[in-house]
Structures are given as C-alpha cells and as structure tokens.
C-alpha cells in the first residue's frame, strides 16, 4: 500500500470506448482521466498504437486488464504479463487493474470473468499470481469486485472476508464497484452497508459506477443503462467512507447522447467533493 499511498488522486474518469473517440475531445475538461481497456492495446495494429499515443499524449490513462485471470490455480500467463507490463512502462499510469477472478481453466480462456469461491485455497492463489504480476510490473495493482450469479457451497467465508484477507495477503488496493457490489446485494439480499462495514475501505483507491440492468429478476453489469439513484447512494456512502482516488463511468453499449454521459461524470464530481 505504500506506492499506492503516494498515487495522486485523479478525480472522475470515464471508460474510454472507440464511439466517444471525438466527443471525450470535444468535453476535455468534464474529463479528468481515462481508463483504457489494457487488452485492447495488445499487438496493436498501427491504428490502435496511434489511438494510445494520442490518448496518452492528452488525458492521464490507468490500464483497466481483463485477462491477467489472478483466480487461476494454473498460474499467470506470463506472455500475457509481459504484454500487459509493456503497456504499463508505455502508459507510466498511477495504478493499473484487473479483476478477482478467473478467466482461463486448463489452458482455454473461458472468455468471461468467472467467480471464485470464497476459500482461503482461492486467497492463497490470488495472492501467488499476484505476487507474480508484482515482481514484474511496479506500479501498484488494484483489484475489482464482480458480479456472480452462483455462490458455491464450498465457501468459507463471506465476500467481504474474502476480499479483506486477499488485501492484507497481497498489499493491493481494491477497484470497488459499486455497480457490481449493488446487483450483488440485490440478487443475494444482503446489505451492502454491511459489506462496507466488512472491508478495509481504507484500501479503496477507485471506484467504477454505471447503472445496472434488470434481466427477469436478477440484475446484471450489462454496462448499458443510466446510474440510478440506488447506486448514487452507494457511491455516496463509498466516499464517505474513503479517501478515493478515482471513480470511473464504464459505460460499454446502449450509448446515450454524449451530454447525459457528462451529466453524470459532474454528478460523480459533485458526490466526490462534498462526501
Ligand atoms: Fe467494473
């Protein structure tokens, strides 16, 4: 946590994605960094190295990962590593990500972010592989919350116990989402105060917000809607509690016109400085 502490707060961020290309131009100072999916910069075409260069050149960037898979008891993929350690000395970001999961079994790549149980054999392989990823990228490593539509029975604790025990084994910050930590509560009704309570929320560094989207009677990240006043009011409660570095809107489909995407980065603004 040390680095971390000395990482400069960044303020409110939005996901980058190729339809705001020249609307984030257009609004350069509603934005005061983005998150970039670090994957998609991988064996960049001449195309994408350009997009990062420009990008890089203009807003303040943090690598988002999806695929370092820390949940894999096979290890990390350390071709995978190395790409994402490239981006990283490219980028020189505050702090990077990527999420408590897994997302390659047996050499196949599962192509989604599968859940964990919550284990003490699951916190010792996180906290292997990131030691792995530690050794060969310096800068800080956040790590985020999902969604899950099970729970397995072989849990021994709960999530927050889980995430608690991966942050003191590992030293990283978390990436809370909000979003996900909502749907989660909703779907498996508990209270997500009482999950706060259960973190260290001093490891906090960041936040992801957006809205959630009801499919039948669960609620899933589908990314695609507007943040609604329930999740508002976890992220409230989230910067009450926490000296937050960032918060990022990651919004990926059903885009809305560019005007109501500002709307909420100075929402998130307005929540950020006053909590
Ligand atoms: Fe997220």
């Not at 670090?38 to 990008?55: P, T």
């Not at 990228?137 to 072989?154: A, D, G, H, K, Q």
């Not at 608690?164 to 590992?170: G, K, L, N």
């Amino acid at each position: 946590m040390s680095t971390l502490l000395q990482s400069k707060t960044l303020g409110v961020g939005l996901g980058f994605r190729e339809p705001f290309r020249s609307d984030i131009f257009l609004n350069r100072t509603e934005i005061d960094f983005l998150e970039i999916t670090a994957d998609h910069y991988f064996d960049a075409n001449e195309a994408k190295q350009k997009e990062l260069e420009l990008l890089n050149e203009n807003f303040e960037l943090i690598p988002h990962g999806l695929d370092l898979s820390l949940g894999s008891a096979e290890g990390i993929d350390e071709e995978y590593l190395e790409k994402f350690a490239e981006l990283v000395e490219f980028v020189q970001p505050e702090w990077f990500s990527d999420h408590i999961c897994f997302t390659r079994a047996g050499g196949t790549n599962i192509g989604h972010l599968a859940p964990l149980p919550f284990t003490r054999e699951a916190v010792a392989v996180v906290a292997a592989n990131v030691k792995k990823v530690q050794r060969v990228i310096e800068t800080p490593l956040i790590l985020e919350n999902i969604t899950y539509l099970v729970r397995f029975p072989s849990s021994e604790m709960d999530e927050a116990e889980f995430l608690t025990r991966i942050v003191s084994e590992t030293g990283c910050g978390l990436l809370l989402d909000v979003t996900n930590l909502y749907i989660n509560s909703q779907n498996f009704a508990f209270d997500w105060r009482r999950f706060l309570d259960g973190i260290p929320t001093e490891s906090v560094v960041q936040v992801h917000f957006v809205g959630s989207h009801r499919n039948g009677k669960r609620l899933i990240d589908a990314h695609s809607d507007k943040t609604e006043e329930e999740i508002w009011e976890v992220f409230r409660e989230v910067c009450k509690r926490t000296e937050l570095k960032g918060a990022v809107l990651e919004r990926d489909g059903n885009f809305p016109p560019f005007d109501e995407i500002v709307n909420e980065l100075r929402q998130a603004r307005t929540i950020m400085q006053t909590n």
